[in-house]
């Protein structure tokens, strides 16, 4: 399959890589690799980072060394429904372990894992700056706060016919100033 | 009820869109600044203020504007620091997601203030639904005239853009936040140079917190003078303090710098005491990094005085036996809490979050997070405990930006307040009490 944004996304596209100083567009990488993640099933695949870096006139290894760098960048497939679940101490301290558990029970299966009819993905997360609100867990660009069981399982019952990889696609769309 | 600055109109319904902001005395410091100011002015009166980097460090903000250089013809930028993600601070989320324009109308004041024509807000990539948040006030600050060319007809141009991370804590150490501006591994810059004389693009670059570019607008509009008064001394001003774990109350609180450690935690205008009735054990007072203290170290100063929420209280005592301000992340552990096992969440998040380029922190941080794994699974060893000791020791200023400090902190103060819970662990792991958590939610 021949990776390509449609018209719409590569508008975007160029939009964000005319924000820079002229010979800067390597700052568009981060901004493009999203807009790629959210464009092509939520993952980065080779193809789609030779793509990018096509775009940006550099080298896929180029690409690859930052995406492989940050977090949020999946490089191998995900479900429909990514679920990160925070677990670091504000959140551990009110339960996270306990949700991670739920959820790995639920869906039956383990941290890093998707399941088999490719709807969901569980990652387990570093603090996502809901603290205040802990337990909690992100799908697609969502925040899910104040989580008891009751409340991830009806948030997981109500993804099931949604693909909540778009999400950030819809998040990024830069504004005409 | 303390003085507020940032969360003044927090209760205003519809305070997030320009009309309401505005109506509340939104960019009057804007105008202000253009109409009435010459750029030198603004810089003396931030530093009059006696306001401090919010984002941890604490450095005055006013000096470090006034080391920004101005060679001809090389353009210079402010990036604010938005990538907030220190465990247990979450105050910068809160604002921007409240009132978007304090912050939109801070950038553009400091940025004519510093001079500047082109300035980014570097958001951390999770925090993506404040993206279309920021990207809507911006637009309407364009509509009115705020941003653009030619701003009320002065002259003077600006240029607002929000750049997106993509997961990465170490993006927050202002070097490593340039390079990931740059499209690049955030990997922190070996300073000096500092960003004041090559920062993004090589170019001179002033990279200030949220809540610091938030209270420029206010120091502006009522003068440095009129600012340092609220507060106490070298803590002038108000700080959002963001409260976490065990409490009746966890949320974001803007404080007057000066009231009490133990007013906060137990009245009720703040976090409204221990959830559940329980006894306080222990806090983390400004985000991850920062030492944790037990509890009475925490409410006492050495000398029996009730210690205070600021930046010189907080650290009163050194390392051995006080902790700092930091971000203003306040975790707090009642008494059910396991040290030991918190401090794993920590050494585990460190390891994640370790660029990888200094030895002692990307070694270190792997170990200490494999021995306290070891300990906490019961395999572990009296000796373990020294040698978590010896680790940190050796990661501590031996690295080439903060994180390794914030890295070994946590591991030297749990150690040194709670050895005696990582020595149980040790020597009787059945009697440890393994915690249910999950009773404690949102009862």
């Not at chain 1, 010979?23 to 993952?43: D, R």
């Not at chain 1, 109500?158 to 950030?168: F, H, I, L, N, Q």
């Not at chain 2, 938005?82 to 801070?106: N, Q, W």
């Not at chain 2, 004519?112 to 279309?132: K, P, Q, S």
Request: glycine share 10%; hydrophobic share 35%; with cysteine.
């Amino acid at each position: 399959m021949e990776v390509k944004f449609n018209e719409e996304a590569l508008a975007v596209a160029h939009k964000i890589i005319a924000r820079y100083p002229e010979g800067k567009q390597k700052s568009a990488l981060i901004p493009l690799l999203h807009l790629a993640q959210a464009e092509f099933n939520g993952w980065l695949s080779p193809e789609t980072m030779a793509y990018v870096g096509s775009l940006l006139k550099i080298q896929a290894v180029e690409v690859y060394e930052v995406a492989s760098f940050y977090s949020m960048f999946n490089l191998k497939p995900v479900g429909k429904c990514l679920i990160e679940v925070c677990r670091t101490s504000s959140c551990w301290l009110r339960g996270a372990n306990e949700i991670i558990e739920h959820i790995e029970k639920k869906l039956g299966i383990k941290d890093g894992e998707t399941t088999q009819d490719g709807m969901f993905s569980l990652k387990t997360v570093e603090c996502l700056g809901s603290c205040g609100t802990a337990p909690m867990m992100m799908i697609g660009a969502q925040f899910h706060e104040n989580l008891t069981y009751e409340k991830v399982d009806t948030i997981l019952d109500s993804c099931k016919s949604e693909d909540k990889r778009k999400t950030y696609f819809d998040e990024v769309t830069v504004k005409d100033y | 009820m303390g003085k507020k600055i940032l969360l003044e109109h927090d209760h205003v319904p519809g305070i997030q869109g320009y009309e309401v902001y505005r109506n509340c005395g939104g960019y009057a410091s804007v105008e202000k600044a253009i109409k009435t100011m010459s750029a030198e002015a603004m810089v003396e009166e931030v530093k009059k203020s006696g306001l401090r980097g919010r984002g941890g460090a604490g450095f005055p903000t006013g000096m470090k504007w006034s080391f920004l250089a101005k060679p001809e013809g090389v353009p210079r930028y402010l990036v604010c620091n938005a990538d907030e993600s220190e465990p247990g601070t979450f105050k910068d989320r809160y604002l921007m997601s409240r009132i978007p324009h304090i912050l939109v109308e801070g950038m553009i004041t400091s940025s004519f203030a510093l001079g500047v024509n082109t300035a980014f807000i570097y958001i951390r990539g999770e925090y993506f639904y404040i993206v279309r948040i920021l990207e809507n006030a911006i637009k309407e600050a364009y509509a009115n005239g705020w941003l653009g060319k030619n701003i009320l007809g002065s002259g003077y141009d600006l240029d607002l853009y929000v750049q997106v991370g993509a997961g990465a804590y170490i993006c927050g150490e202002e070097t490593a936040l340039l390079e990931s501006l740059e499209g690049k591994r955030g990997n922190p810059r070996i300073k000096p140079p500092f960003p004041a004389i090559a920062g993004l693009y090589g170019c001179p670059t002033v990279v200030n917190n949220v809540e610091t570019i938030a209270s420029v607008p206010y120091i502006i509009n009522n003068g440095g003078d009129d600012y340092a008064k609220i507060g106490i001394g070298r803590s002038a001003g108000t700080k959002l303090i963001s409260a976490s774990g065990h409490i009746n109350k966890p949320g974001v609180y803007e404080i007057e710098m000066g009231i009490t450690v133990e007013d906060f935690i137990y009245s009720e205008e703040y976090c409204g005491g221990i959830k559940n009735g329980k006894k306080l054990k222990a806090v983390v007072a400004g985000g991850s990094s920062v030492p944790v203290l037990p509890a009475d170290k925490i409410i006492n100063l050495p000398s029996g005085e009730k210690r205070l929420m600021t930046y010189e209280s907080l650290s009163e005592g050194g390392f051995a036996g006080g902790t700092m301000l930091g971000s203003g992340g306040f975790i707090v552990m009642d008494e059910t809490t396991s040290i030991v096992e918190n401090l794993f969440t920590f050494a585990r998040f460190y390891h994640h979050e370790s660029c990888g380029q200094c030895s002692p922190c990307r070694e270190g941080t792997s170990w200490m997070e494999k021995i306290l794994h070891k300990i906490m699974d019961g395999h572990g060893t009296l000796a373990d405990i020294d040698l978590l000791w010896e680790i940190q020791s050796k990661i501590e200023g031996n690295t080439i930006c903060p994180l390794g400090d914030a890295a070994a902190w946590p591991v030297a103060s749990a150690i040194r307040h709670f050895r005696h819970e990582f020595e149980a662990y040790v020597t009787n792991p059945n009697a440890v009490n393994k915690v249910r958590h999950y009773e404690n939610m949102n009862a």
